[in-house]
């Protein structure tokens, strides 16, 4: 069965250490790898721009910050970075010129968790979904109703459209108006996180698939879709085509396939199996992609087509790594984990 591969890659790889033909720390190569527990605090995010996220989360906790306080500092360093086209300040805009954000917060503990969508004029829509679930009754604020309540929390409003995408934006407007969902449109990150008590917590912010009918919410800051935390099993973010993520409860679908017994890696890859299956449509038009880590602290990562490149990060150790990739050629293809980028 393809979701044992890890398993059997790992004793593969036992073996290979004891032949001696492996590197001389084979404890260390294997929590690079996401086989055996890494150290804790532990963080995996999506795309390479989760490691500078990772490693501010890493900071915020050495500090002295809790978990969640360190996913919502990582989250917040990706908002403010106008140079990011797909989450927060200088993302790109809905058909109607407004950049609309999507975000949302769990907390393992208690299973609390707080969301917003369709935010306008806010820079960080992390933060506010982790006022509204820690200063309303409530999980989910959506348009001008989470805008009012960030507002009355203190969150400045701002001008989120920077120059270059309000032109890129006129120039949609002028020549094209056609709503693409691909490859190259849209991006999320979704951070997930371990502590050394043992406790999973994760966030998700976007501002969702560039040109969208104003109002349309996509996975992000849907409980389940987007993002799931589940304290007893683990925690799962979600990237890529929203709409083919929140019909099948992707995030969740994933902390249920570790709750089964699946490695993350596994448990990713055998979402986006049933997802496609379940779809019809081939894999690589679904653009999807997962990233998972366990209570144990083993993480992984799939995605359809090329797979994607996720990061993790623990003490000692921050990487981007070229997760899974499934095709419809060759279902279950390569393993993933390769490094990309060997900086620290
Ligand atoms: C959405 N999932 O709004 C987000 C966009 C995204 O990579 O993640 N793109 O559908």
Redesign the pocket.
């Known amino acids: 069965m393809q979701a044992c591969s890890r398993r059997g890659f790992l004793s593969t790889g036992v073996m290979a250490v004891a032949g001696g033909s492996m590197m001389s720390n084979p404890t260390a190569q294997a929590q690079q790898k996401g086989l055996i527990a890494a150290k804790k605090p532990v963080f995996v995010a999506t795309w390479n721009f989760g490691k500078p996220a990772n490693e501010a989360s890493l900071r915020r906790y050495t500090e002295g910050g809790s978990l969640l306080d360190a996913i919502e500092e990582g989250i917040r360093l990706t908002e403010a970075d106008k140079s990011n086209a797909?989450v927060g300040a200088g993302g790109k805009p809905a058909a109607n010129g407004k950049v609309q954000l999507?975000a949302c917060i769990m907390n393992g503990p208690g299973s609390k968790a707080g969301s917003v969508g369709g935010i306008e004029d806010i820079m960080h829509p992390i933060s506010v979904a982790r006022a509204v679930m820690e200063k309303t009754p409530h999980v989910m604020l959506v348009g001008e109703g989470a805008r009012a309540f960030a507002i009355d929390q203190g969150f400045a409003p701002a001008n989120l459209l920077t120059p270059e995408e309000h032109d890129a934006w006129k120039t949609w407007k002028k020549e094209n108006q056609s709503l693409e969902v691909g490859e190259d449109n849209?991006?999320?990150i979704a951070l997930v996180g371990l502590d050394g008590e043992g406790n999973l917590a994760g966030g998700c912010s976007?501002s969702?698939?560039a040109y969208k009918l104003p109002g349309r919410v996509?996975?992000?800051p849907i409980l389940g879709s987007?993002l799931y935390v589940d304290n007893e099993i683990g925690a799962a973010g979600?990237?890529?085509?929203?709409?083919n993520?929140m019909r099948f409860c992707g995030s969740f679908m994933v902390v249920e396939y570790m709750r089964q017994g699946l490695h993350p890696e596994d448990a990713c890859a055998e979402t986006i199996r049933r997802i496609a299956r379940l779809d019809g449509r081939p894999i690589e038009e679904l653009h999807i992609n997962f990233i998972a880590v366990d209570k144990q602290g083993r993480f992984g990562a799939a995605g359809t087509g090329k797979g994607f490149p996720y990061a993790v990060t623990y003490p000692g150790y921050s990487q981007v790594l070229q997760s899974k990739a499934l095709s419809q050629r060759a279902i279950g293809i390569e393993g993933g984990n390769a490094p990309i980028d060997q900086q620290p």
């Not at 979600?238 to 709409?243: F, K, L, S």
């Open positions: 797909s999507d849209h991006d999320t976007t969702g698939l996509g996975d992000s987007g979600a990237t890529g085509v929203g709409e993520v």
